[in-house]
């Protein structure tokens, strides 16, 4: 599957058939899982638990195998690197056929800081369940992706620009459509879908529309994940380079400079 495809396709998976992973599969995640890089240079841990042994669930999920727990040391940009390095977790897992989730508030957090072994100077923003999909989506599911609007996403004239927030932009070249057409496909908490991109010559700017209650306890902000996560299929896409060069714009209330990719 080409990555444009995997990207675009991916879904998130809470009704699982049931059946431990592979012997095969177990090893290669147990590989994959130990150096995931991100362009902010932060080491991001992964840890592979398996459900049974470690006795871990939560009331959202049935039938997972394993949970993945991702680990990431209270450092500035902390949430933007965390995103980008468990976005890239989730989609290999993805690509071969195995499913997860992003959960950060259905489950019982102490009990799985203390099974992933998070230390006083790290913060576990995400874990995902996995396992091998389900053939039919449990009632539970159905109706938490349509609660959540899991089938939709904005208009891209809602999301991408051209030199300021006034001037909606519809790429022509057809790589740079389908990058933005992955980012707007992007997984966000709640489907809310923050991050708004601003083209500017070849950089492209990209900032977070707060919404309310998304602080998280050691001071950061749950929707900076999210654009790590759109950060990281944007520079799948392009091969494009990351700064944190803020370039100036003005921006309006409630909306902030996270990064820039030039491409």
């Known amino acids: 599957m080409d990555i444009f495809k995997l990207l675009t396709t991916r879904r998130s998976?809470?009704?699982f058939?049931?059946?431990?992973?592979?012997?095969?599969?177990?090893?290669?995640?147990r590989e994959y899982i130990e150096n995931i890089p991100n362009p902010y240079g932060i080491p991001v841990r992964f840890v592979y638990m398996d459900a049974?042994?470690?006795?871990?669930?939560?009331?959202?999920?049935?039938g997972e195998a394993a949970y993945i727990a991702g680990i990431v040391?209270?450092?500035p940009h902390r949430e933007e690197a965390f995103g980008f390095s468990f976005e890239r977790m989730v989609m290999h897992l993805w690509s071969r056929g195995i499913g997860t989730t992003w959960i950060a508030g259905t489950f019982?957090?102490?009990?799985?800081?203390?099974?992933?072994?998070?230390?006083?100077n790290e913060v576990m923003y995400c874990v995902t369940p996995v396992g091998y999909p389900a053939k039919k989506k449990s009632i539970k599911e159905v109706a938490m992706r349509k609660g959540v609007g899991a089938d939709k996403r904005k208009d891209g004239a809602e999301l991408f620009f051209e030199g300021g927030f006034t001037k909606p932009f519809a790429a022509a070249d057809e790589g740079l459509k389908q990058a933005l057409e992955a980012v707007r496909w992007a997984p966000s908490a709640v489907n809310k879908q923050p991050w708004r991109i601003i083209k500017d010559g070849n950089a492209f700017h990209f900032y977070l529309k707060h919404d309310k209650n998304y602080a998280t306890a050691d001071g950061g902000d749950l929707q900076k994940v999210d654009m790590g996560i759109a950060l990281c299929h944007f520079i799948d896409m392009t091969g494009g380079s990351l700064n944190v060069a803020d370039p100036g714009v003005e921006t309006p209330e409630g909306i902030e400079y996270i990064a820039s990719v030039t491409v």
């Open 13 to 15: 998976v809470r009704t």
């Open 17 to 29: 058939d049931g059946q431990p992973l592979s012997a095969e599969d177990v090893q290669n995640i």
């Open 52 to 62: 049974k042994e470690m006795g871990l669930s939560s009331p959202v999920i049935t």
């Open 73 to 75: 040391e209270k450092v």
């Open 108 to 120: 019982k957090r102490e009990f799985f800081e203390k099974a992933a072994g998070v230390k006083e």
